[in-house]
């Protein structure tokens, strides 16, 4: 939920979306809310603060922390980091700006942390 503006310590449990219930997901390793499809993942070769990160193109509960330009491996990029809607832990950052003409192709997309998500495959192991 990128328009979101909501303060990292107000509690958004209630608002969790539960949704992609037939879908491979990524979900928050605290909490467990569902935080983007598998299909919208573009990279895992991407690092985060705390290791390796993935590079999503869309992603549910999650809200957003103040922006700021953040120096990363790749240059000056204005980001805000992004929070768990189910638990306000920090999953990484969403990718407002980045000043490389070869970096905006991470415009609009979010960093998430490999260790903060579970992959939820969804296979039914009865049919």
Same mark, same amino acid.
């Given at each position: 939920?990128?328009?979101?503006?909501?303060?990292?310590?107000? &509690?958004?449990? !209630?608002?969790?979306?539960?949704?992609?219930?037939?879908?491979?997901?990524?979900?928050? !390793?605290q909490c467990a809310a569902t935080? !983007?499809?598998?299909?919208e993942l573009i990279s895992k070769?991407?690092?985060?603060? &705390?290791?390796?990160?993935?590079?999503?193109?869309?992603?549910?509960?999650? =809200?957003?922390?103040?922006?700021?330009?953040?120096?990363?491996?790749?240059?000056?990029?204005?980001?805000? &980091?992004?929070?768990?809607?189910?638990? /306000? &832990?920090?999953?990484? $950052? @969403?990718? @407002?700006?980045?000043?490389?003409?070869?970096? =905006?192709? +991470?415009?609009? +997309?979010?960093?998430?942390?490999?260790?903060?998500?579970? #992959?939820?495959? #969804? $296979? /039914?192991?009865?049919?």
């Amino acid at each position: 939920m990128a328009g979101q503006s909501t303060s990292s310590t107000t &509690d958004t449990k !209630a608002k969790v979306i539960t949704t992609f219930l037939e879908q491979p997901t990524f979900s928050c !390793a605290q909490c467990a809310a569902t935080i !983007a499809l598998q299909d919208e993942l573009i990279s895992k070769a991407f690092s985060g603060r &705390d290791g390796r990160g993935y590079l999503i193109n869309s992603a549910v509960n999650l =809200k957003m922390g103040k922006r700021e330009d953040r120096a990363l491996l790749t240059g000056v990029h204005t980001v805000a &980091d992004v929070f768990c809607m189910g638990c /306000n &832990d920090r999953m990484g $950052w @969403y990718y @407002y700006k980045a000043s490389d003409n070869s970096q =905006k192709y +991470k415009e609009g +997309k979010y960093l998430l942390e490999r260790e903060k998500l579970v #992959k939820e495959n #969804k $296979w /039914n192991l009865e049919d």
